[in-house]
């Protein structure tokens, strides 16, 4: 049986700047984030065929009736998805970041 999902592991990916799943959380210039997409989000923990369940996991994740993550077509292609996360929840350090994922979760 899979051990349950850590809201603290997952976030580890977190970019402070922008709240997007990254690559490379550690970098602050927001050019140089590199987008993690759903399935290599899913592969790094331990998904790597149940995608599907990996995203209705992170779905459930709430705090104070929020959200925490959501899901942003890539605009190019639609099978690719990134994740972000709710600045209701954890604040990004760039506010023009901030505003724009406030809108995503309204």
């Known amino acids: 049986m899979k051990k349950p999902l850590s809201l603290n592991k997952l976030l580890l990916n977190r970019s402070l700047s922008t709240n997007i799943i990254v690559d490379n959380p550690q970098e602050l210039e927001v050019s140089r984030t590199q987008k993690m997409y759903l399935k290599d989000f899913a592969k790094l923990h331990?998904?790597?065929?149940?995608?599907?369940?990996?995203?209705?996991?992170?779905?459930?994740?709430h705090i104070g009736?929020?959200?925490?993550?959501?899901?942003?077509?890539?605009?190019?292609?639609?099978?690719?998805?990134?994740?972000?996360?709710?600045?209701?929840?954890?604040?990004?350090?760039?506010?023009?970041?901030?505003n724009v994922l406030k809108q995503l979760f309204n």
Do not use: C
Not at 46 to 61: S, V
Not at 73 to 94: E, L, R, W
């Open 65 to 98: 009736g929020e959200p925490v993550f959501k899901f942003v077509d890539d605009g190019h292609n639609s099978k690719k998805a990134f994740i972000t996360v709710n600045p209701k929840v954890y604040k990004p350090m760039n506010e023009s970041s901030n």
């Open 46 to 61: 331990g998904f790597r065929f149940r995608k599907k369940q990996f995203k209705d996991e992170l779905r459930n994740f």
